[in-house]
Each structure stands twice: as structure tokens, then as C-alpha cells.
């Protein structure tokens, strides 16, 4: 009977505490909304440039990957030495063109060593 009458009273505590509601805080006046300054204007973004640096980096991950495993093609790595020259001299056209095509010609001489050699 003693452990039922401490459970009802643990109840009724819980119960009593819930029932208390704390007064709203009253909310501080609204300030004047803030000047909005305008930032400073951002350079535009080259998207050529910005795909060329692209496309160089994805081909020079190609062409290291075929020389790792002995089926680099030359001309692979001609058009790499090319595109990485265009790419300093700001020709981004040239420098996406010659990387993508280094990037084809790295994976060809990948896909070549599933190939059986020839006698």
C-alpha cells in the first residue's frame, strides 16, 4: 500500500509540474531593419577557362594512369604537352579540344591491353 500511495504522489508531482505555465517573455521592440550594402561585384567567371583547367586535370589523371600501366599512346602525349601549352597561352578552345582528345587516346591505350598481344 505504501510503494502505490509514493507512485500516485510521483504522479501527482509530475502532473502539477506540467500544469504550471511560465509567464510570456515580452519580445524586445523591433529595430529598424539594417542598411544593405552592396558587395563588392564578384570577377565574372571564365566558364571556358574554368572547363579547359577541367578538362587538362581529367587528362593528365588519363595520361599518367596509361603510362602506369606501359599503354601510353605518343600522340597521347603530344596532345597533352599541347593542350597544357595552350592552356598557358590562354587558348581555351585549343586547350579543351587537345585535352579531351589526349583523355580518348590514353583510355584507347588502356582498352588496347585487354587485347592479346600480337605474334
Known sequence: MLERSKFWWAVLGVVAAGC????????????????????PSSPPVDTAAEEA??????????????????????????????????????????????ARRASELAALGLEQLAYPPVR
Open 53 to 98: 583547367k577541367a578538362l587538362l586535370a581529367q587528362a593528365e589523371t588519363d595520361v599518367q594512369r596509361a603510362r602506369a600501366k606501359r599503354a601510353l599512346w605518343s600522340k597521347a602525349w603530344e596532345d597533352l604537352v599541347a593542350a597544357r601549352q595552350a592552356a598557358a597561352g590562354k587558348d581555351h578552345a585549343r586547350a579543351s579540344r587537345l
Open 20 to 39: 504550471t505555465m511560465n509567464e510570456p517573455k515580452p519580445e524586445p521592440p523591433a529595430s529598424p531593419p539594417a542598411p544593405v550594402i552592396a558587395a
